[in-house]
């Protein structure tokens, strides 16, 4: 059974850093694209990373360039999402999302096949 268990989450302050993990089990994920999307209360969910398999490639979604910071374990079947420097707006339910297709549409929510729970971020100001 394919599973994707975020952690990490919790209550952060503004200016602050928290880092969420994602570990993947069921089968291997070292080839996959592996991305991080957040869904704030009445919004729809949106983009915030994504990390080729290698690590090679990364992309991120411009509300959080230069705070946070995608990485991978391939040993550990494990992604992280570094975020510093948190705003209140970041403020949501972040999820990670999984995928064996290419490097394409990365920060379309359509094109992950697994997903986790999500973990609860919450930013005071």
């Known amino acids: 059974q394919v599973q994707l268990v975020e952690s990490g989450g919790g209550l952060g302050q503004a200016g602050g850093s928290l880092r969420l993990s994602c570990a993947a089990s069921g089968r291997t994920f070292s080839n996959d694209r592996m991305g991080w999307f957040r869904q704030a209360p009445g919004k729809d969910r949106e983009f915030v990373a994504a990390i080729s398999g290698t690590g090679g490639n990364t992309y991120y979604a411009d509300s959080v360039k230069g705070r946070f910071t995608i990485s991978r374990d391939n040993a550990k079947n494990t992604v992280y999402l570094q975020m510093n420097s948190l705003k209140p707006e970041d403020t949501a339910v972040y999820y990670c999302?999984?995928?064996?297709?290419?490097?394409?549409?990365?920060?379309?929510?359509?094109?992950?096949?697994?997903w986790g729970q999500g973990t609860q971020v919450t930013v005071s100001s």
């Open positions: 999302a999984a995928d064996p297709r290419l490097w394409i549409g990365v920060r379309e929510a359509r094109t992950y096949d697994y």
